[in-house]
């Protein structure tokens, strides 16, 4: 009976069928709206993020980095890749924060910043992410009184940006970018979604 017992524990743990069902609830979009460190600053304070990797999608360049990106010569965008679990935040919500914390209504431009490098972008990976995007731009048209521009596109090759982009604001809190343009948009996140956020230190 021990014996028994120990097998099935193996196949419970290793079998890799049940290894799939487990991580179902596991989920990753890739969302860009204007300077990836803002998107990543709100993210990373949300409960049922589980990762959160600023980087480059939906150009043509193979090998972007972060000045190339910047000077608009590569075609990708700024975005960020969250994964976020669907037992604890969903992806709706997921979604609604990001029409919040970015203008969704301004063609290639987030405040200051300038170019297709911060267009508004939504690139998935499935037929049910790209419904679930259609769905979350109608209900982003509920809020914002100008045309939604956002993109919706498939996803060809995330790029994972340059480690001094991940985690930014965490690491400069005291940067004028951060004060100025990061700190506003997750005061605001926190205000609109407080239940999402976890407690502050």
């Not at 604001?169 to 979604?193: D, L, S, W």
Request: include cysteine; proline fraction near 4%; hydrophobic fraction near 40%.
């Amino acid at each position: 009976m021990a014996l028994l017992s120990h097998y099935l524990l193996k196949v419970t743990l290793f079998h890799p069928l049940i290894i799939t069902a487990y991580n179902r609830t596991m989920v990753s979009f890739v969302v860009g709206g204007g300077c990836f460190w803002c998107a990543d600053a709100v993210y990373r304070q949300l409960k049922g993020i589980t990762k959160v990797e600023s980087g480059y999608a939906g150009g043509e360049d193979p090998t972007p980095n972060y000045y190339r990106v910047a000077g608009g010569r590569t075609g990708h965008a700024e975005v960020v890749r969250v994964t976020f679990d669907e037992t604890i935040i969903s992806a709706e919500t997921v979604l609604d924060i990001f029409f919040v914390i970015h203008d969704p209504t301004t063609l290639n431009r987030q405040g200051a910043d300038v170019g297709t490098q911060y267009r508004s972008i939504l690139l998935y990976t499935s037929e049910i992410q790209r419904q679930q995007f259609e769905a979350a731009v109608e209900r982003a048209r509920t809020i914002w009184d100008k045309p939604i521009v956002t993109e919706i596109a498939p996803l060809d090759v995330f790029y994972v940006a340059e480690d001094e982009h991940q985690d930014y604001f965490q690491k400069y809190p005291e940067a004028g970018y951060c004060q100025i343009v990061i700190a506003p948009k997750v005061i605001k996140a926190r205000q609109k979604f407080s239940t999402w956020f976890k407690e502050e230190d």
